[in-house]
């Protein structure tokens, strides 16, 4: 059986169209182009299996792509229902890559699509939001018996492998991705910052200027998420429980406030907290008629939805990916892409030369714990500091950018104690 045949997606005749969007992507991936021209000739994967669970779109599908031309044999699902595009799924299953993924899947498909891409038993996993890493570690402990290691993504991923590790329960070594710099100061801040307002008007296709934004979660996406809003000309409120990302929001520009009290000030408020329930049937009595709410976080958690139907008479879909909630003293509120990840949910995820640089760091780490699992153990590591460097030089120079080098005077300077 061939890829395509073991494959499970909507339709293989989009393939075409899929892949006209992945050659749009791979145009502008010059770091993963980069790595391509040394892995595709010493193949360092040869032999591995490597599962993938990450946003099924064009750039994630150049990913894939580039870790099959270092050798392995690549299977991918998709890691949430609403950012699964289709035609990209086509086109990878018809070149080589099994793909188990259909854009909005039942919960009963999410967890067959992310068994089955386990059940090959990978040496290696890419994980976004720890999805893979706790099947393995609740129901499916059998299907982990030749995983060597993998790379997790995002905040929320890393954040869930910390508590087993902490628990004793990690089995292989995790590289936090999302810990690098050359992940968060752009991928976070500038990639989200940009997807994020990117989702949120062509989906309401509204003026943000003179409008109120409530940013909940002052984190590397948080301050993505405030400046371009501020760029968009609205007025901006944080919202934080953390002191020191309270006074940077501060310092920032931005008015900083409780949830309960910017409840009745914003337009549109965007959840970032990568935790649950920060917007909630405490907060929907106060806002305005027209309130538009957004999540960027990776779980559709943020925004309590079961208080808004409780406390709604009635809700339809309005526009595509718009549920208009009808409340009881008819006040309308607006959600969007039904609470999931705006930006990819209502978008196409990150600017491409953003998720570049993400994904040369997620291929290099990969290749690291390949070669080094046995000496880590089974703990999460940061992404070395060379790995972390290199990808930003790569960027740099694809981009014309050229920088200084130490002196050796300078360098013995900076490495004395003596003055
Ligand atoms: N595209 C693929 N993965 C993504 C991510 N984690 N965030 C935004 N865009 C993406």
Known sequence: MNSAERSIIQDIQLAPQGRLKMNWAKKHMPVLNRLREKLIV?????????????????????????IRDAGAEVTICGSNPLSTQDDVCAALASEGVTVYAKYNPTPDEIKYYLTLSLENLPDLIIDDGGDLVSLLHSERPDLMRNIKGGCEET?????????L????????????????????????????????????????NLVVAGKTVVVVGYGWCGRG?????????????????????????????????????????????????????????????????????????????????????????????????????????GRRIYLLADGRLVNLAAGDGHPVEIMDMTFGLQTLCLLYISE???????????????IDEQVARYHLEAIGVHIDTLTNEQRKYQESWRL
């Open 42 to 66: 010493e193949k360092p994967l040869t032999g591995k299996k490597v599962t993938i669970c990450l946003h099924l779109e064009a750039k994630t599908a150049c990913l894939a792509e580039l």
């Open 155 to 163: 905040t929320t991923g890393i954040l869930r492998l910390r508590a």
């Open 165 to 204: 590790e902490k628990n004793g329960e990690l089995r292989f070594p995790m590289v936090a991705v999302n810990e690098a710099f050359s992940k968060f100061l752009f991928d976070n801040r500038y990639g989200t910052g940009q997807s994020v307002w990117d989702g949120i008007n062509r989906t309401t």
């Open 225 to 329: 998420v405030a400046l371009r809003a501020k760029g968009l000309g609205a007025r901006v409120i944080v919202t934080e429980v953390d002191a020191i990302n309270a006074a940077e929001a501060h310092m920032d520009g931005f008015s900083v406030m409780p949830i309960a009290e910017a409840a009745k000030y914003g337009d549109y408020f965007i959840t970032v907290t990568g935790n649950k329930n920060v917007i909630n049937g405490a907060h929907y009595p106060y806002m305005k008629d027209g309130a538009i709410l957004a999540n960027a976080g990776h779980f559709d958690i943020e925004i309590n939805k079961e208080d808004l139907l409780a406390q709604s008479t009635s809700h339809q879909l309005v526009r595509n990916n718009i549920t208009e909630y009808v409340m009881e003293d």
């Open 372 to 386: 080094n699992y046995r000496k880590i153990g089974p703990h999460v590591i940061d992404v070395p500091y060379q």
